[in-house]
């Protein structure tokens, strides 16, 4: 056989070998990807798709309403408590079908249902009550006009043993109720306040017995929600503070729960608005007291800004509430918050101690005999040389009263930390806080206020 002239044409299998092998593997590569697996990774299962079913169309809604009304209006109890299940789930989140069944005349049936002796009807026909007034101000006047609010309270008389669950229903509804101006009146004489009350004394009596976690929270949420609703209206906080007992309830169930002092103190923020209102809270023994001792020891801003708003009324309006606050130790609860308290509750705290320091100006006044125009009262800050009268001994001696009151404070602060941060007390001498205080007080010119 001749010998090829030119080498660079033979055949090489070596060269065909690795063609092939390169042209496999890519092969075999592209199979596996288009299969969903790999070499090094498990099949991969896409999730199953859920298909939702359709959502009827108006004319599918309409039908079912009619329905609705059809069955509500048969007379028969199955039938009935049928269509208050169907109102209960089509008004649950659909804000069209609410205001429909308002206007065909739902509502009426629905109310006439709590005067039956059937238990599950009661619950059916109150939970369709009150996913109908859900956003719709229209259908809680209606609910009122055709007598829910006291058929309601027909279900929860003491006479009757009542279940749970048609309790807490019942308050779910006087809270979406009540959230409506004009209903406010209605359900505040209806004796529903009464109710409210005498509810949640009863599950933070039991929890407070039992030292047990089993209070039914959302239900006590909603009790506390529904009363501050109520106590917007000033008359509602008339029959509030004249039920026996109420103010002092209130005040000894803060301090636990945060949720619930919240409440608690947006209740009293209402109350403390009237007249008769503070004269309750300030009747109350060592109601003061308690409210510094929040001030000082919540860790929660939120209260720490309610109390604030509370005491900053009080002493607002009233001289003698102010001589109570500063006997119960407000002053050295104010200093500390208006460092380390929030924006809100700086501004409260500095506002309240504006007020005592003016009033504490006024009585320096009276008692020296000083006319109108001549109130003394605590600088902002600093003044100079040229602002001091050669005729002003009174003023020396007034600053020298703010400055030992300062110092006082400073110090009960301190002592306070201390305490809070659970050191020994022989830890930091009382010489040392006292110095602590004096070099303060001799490098600061003027106070946070």
């Known amino acids: 056989m001749a010998q090829c002239s030119n080498p660079n044409k033979m055949p090489n299998p070596q060269q065909n070998f690795t063609l092939w092998s390169s042209c496999r593997r890519k092969l075999i590569a592209t199979m596996r990807c288009s299969c969903g697996i790999s070499r090094h990774n498990k099949p991969i299962n896409s999730p199953p798709v859920i298909k939702l079913p359709p959502e009827p169309s108006s004319e599918e809604k309409n039908v079912m309403m009619k329905e609705t009304m059809t069955r509500l209006q048969s007379g028969e109890n199955d039938v009935v408590l049928r269509g208050a299940k169907d109102v209960r789930e089509l008004a649950k989140t659909d804000s069209e079908a609410r205001m429909n069944f308002g206007l065909i005349g739902v509502i ?52 009757k043993e009542c279940l749970p669950d048609v309790t807490a229903a019942v308050i779910a509804n006087f809270l ?159 200093l500390e918050l208006t460092l380390l308290g929030s924006t809100l509750a700086q501004k409260r705290s500095s506002r309240i101690l504006e007020i005592l320091r003016a009033d504490k100006g006024k009585q320096v006044s009276e008692n020296t005999g000083g006319g109108a125009g001549t109130t003394l009262s605590a600088p902002l800050c600093g003044s100079g040389d040229n602002a001091e009268s050669p005729d002003s001994s009174s003023g020396f001696s007034n600053r020298n009263a703010v400055k030992h009151l300062v110092e006082q404070s400073l110090l009960s602060n301190m002592r306070k930390i201390v305490k809070r941060a659970n050191l020994r007390q022989d830890f930091v001498s009382l010489e040392h806080l006292k110095s602590s205080v004096t070099l303060h007080n001799s490098s600061s010119k003027s106070l946070p206020f």
């Open 176 to 334: 979406g109720l009540s959230a409506f101006d004009s209903n406010k009146v209605v359900i505040g004489s209806s004796g529903a306040v009464s109710f409210l009350i005498q509810t949640l004394r009863g599950l933070i009596k039991a929890e407070t017995e039992t030292k047990t976690d089993n209070m039914d929270s959302q239900v006590v949420q909603d009790c506390l929600r529904a009363l501050y609703n109520l106590s917007i209206l000033a008359t509602n906080v008339l029959r509030m503070i004249q039920i026996d007992g109420f103010v002092q309830f209130l005040l000894s169930a803060i301090g636990g729960d945060v949720e619930i002092s919240e409440r608690i103190l947006l209740i009293l923020s209402n109350i403390v608005s009237t007249p008769e209102g503070r004269r309750a809270v300030s009747a109350v023994h060592d109601a003061f007291t308690i409210l510094v001792d929040i001030l000082s020891w919540m860790d929660s801003p939120n209260c720490q800004e309610k109390v604030a708003y509370i005491l900053m009324v009080m002493a607002y309006k009233s001289s003698e509430d102010q001589q109570a606050m500063i006997e119960a130790g407000i002053k050295s609860s104010l």
């Open 108 to 159: 009426p049936l629905l109310v006439a249902m709590l005067d039956c002796e059937d238990v599950d009807s009661h619950i059916e026909a109150l939970y369709a009550l009150l996913n109908l007034g859900i956003g719709n101000d229209m259908n809680k006047s209606a609910i009122v006009e055709a007598g829910g609010v006291h058929k309601m309270l027909d279900l929860v008389t003491p006479q």
